[in-house]
């Protein structure tokens, strides 16, 4: 069991370091650019993978790499894509500030 603890942190290591490689391999946004990646990056956090999936393939049926590109891994705009992604599902998980509440308010 404490093999595959092992396996599941080295292979998120690996993914974040990944990432992190590909934000900073990212080339400057274009302000549409960056409003189109950040809208699909909120869609596809709060409706789950096979929204990606979906879009994935539908960049494939139509080959609209300027509308759709960033989503495929060998794209340079992928890294931002990846990083707004889960920043979005990140805040969907925690709690607004004003729900939390604070050992004073007790």
């Known amino acids: 069991m404490r093999e ?12 974040r370091q990944m990432i992190r490689r590909a934000v900073e391999d990212c080339p400057r946004l274009a302000q549409d650019e960056k409003e189109r990646i950040d809208k699909v990056a909120r869609f596809v956090a709060r409706d789950g993978d096979l929204t990606e999936t979906i879009l994935l393939r539908l960049l494939k049926i139509t080959k609209n790499q300027r509308r759709w590109g960033f989503i495929s891994p060998d794209h340079p705009h992928h890294g931002y894509y990846l990083r707004r992604k889960i920043s979005e599902q990140c805040r969907a998980i925690r709690p607004p500030r004003h729900m939390v509440i604070t050992a004073r308010e007790r």
Do not use: C, I
Request: proline share 0%; aromatic share 0%.
């Open 4 to 15: 595959l603890r092992m396996g599941n942190a080295e292979e998120a290591a690996m993914e």
